[in-house]
């Protein structure tokens, strides 16, 4: 870690009785520094926002948030960011306090940015299901136990999870686009996953081109039908995948013209 920030001061001490600590009771976005500047800013802090008003956290000021990132950040043309905002320090029990402090974490790491990013993944299907968590699915919430579970099985730096039922939701860390017929498809994330920044930017890009995406339920037995099938994420940035695990399965489609123009946003500010 290059360095980090605990409710603006520098330093990495916390409190033992922080409820992040104590329960996963928080929020983190994971953002890629690209140039002096945070990558797809304002869909990691509108994300961000989001969770606070689900969870009831009070909102962090984006004013004196942005200074500290900018601060944190200085002149490293490429790094990661990851921003943690938890409830707070409470006594014992799992009942929120009435009045609540939260705590705001900055950390930023070293990273050689996008040009690290593979040209294609070979991916594993993970044993490891992603349980369902009605009102709060697609957050970035602090519980995370099933992904790490999930990155234990792994012999491939990625893996792709599946809820309760077997449907396909994502990857351990990225979301998942599959193109069938031409058409493209991913899981609809109503239920359990993470809501991606980047997956956001691919369907917008595709609506701006009047190209249409099926958000819908996907069986895990469609990935042996799909001619190409995608990874997003923020540090990944866009990545097709070019095999999958114990499945007998040619990939034929590694581009697709709205993959290709979200890819070109991905790393900016703006995008």
């Given amino acids: 870690m290059i360095g980090s920030l605990v409710n603006g001061q520098a330093g990495s001490s916390l409190s ?3 409820r992040g600590l104590q329960y996963g009771d928080g929020l983190f976005e ?15 802090w ?4 989001l969770g606070c008003r689900l969870l009831g956290i009070p909102e962090p000021d984006r004013e004196v948030m942005e200074q500290e990132v900018a601060g944190l950040i200085g002149d490293r043309s490429f790094a990661v960011l990851k921003i943690i905002v938890t409830r707070g320090a409470s006594e014992r029990g799992y009942r929120p306090p009435d009045r609540v402090s939260p705590t705001r974490i900055l950390e930023l790491f070293s990273w050689e940015g996008p040009s690290t990013s593979p040209g294609a993944l070979a991916v594993d299907l993970c044993r490891q299901r992603l349980g369902e968590q009605p009102g709060y699915a697609g957050l970035k919430h602090l519980n995370r136990l099933e992904q790490v579970l999930a990155q234990r099985e792994l012999s491939s730096p990625e893996g792709i999870m599946l809820d309760s039922e077997g449907n396909l939701v994502s990857g351990t860390m990225s979301n998942l686009f599959l193109v069938i017929e031409g058409r493209l498809h ?7 996953g993470v809501a991606g920044v980047v997956r956001s930017l691919v369907l917008e890009t595709a609506r701006r081109m009047r190209q249409p995406v099926t958000v819908r339920r996907i069986e895990a037995s469609e990935l042996e039908q799909a001619e190409g099938l995608f990874l997003t994420s923020s540090l990944l940035g866009i990545v097709p995948v070019s095999a999958v695990a114990g499945q007998e399965k040619v990939v034929r489609l590694t581009h697709h013209p709205v993959m290709e123009a979200a890819a070109a946003k991905v790393f900016t500010a703006d995008g």
Avoid at 46 to 49: F, I
Avoid at 186 to 192: A, F, K, L, Q, S
Wanted: charged content about 30%; overall charge positive.
């Fill in 16 to 18: 033992l009785l922080d």
């Fill in 186 to 192: 991913t899981p609809i994330i109503d239920r359990c």
């Fill in 46 to 49: 509108e994300r961000l926002l």
């Fill in 30 to 44: 994971t953002i890629a520094v690209v140039e002096r500047r945070a990558a797809l800013w304002q869909r990691h």
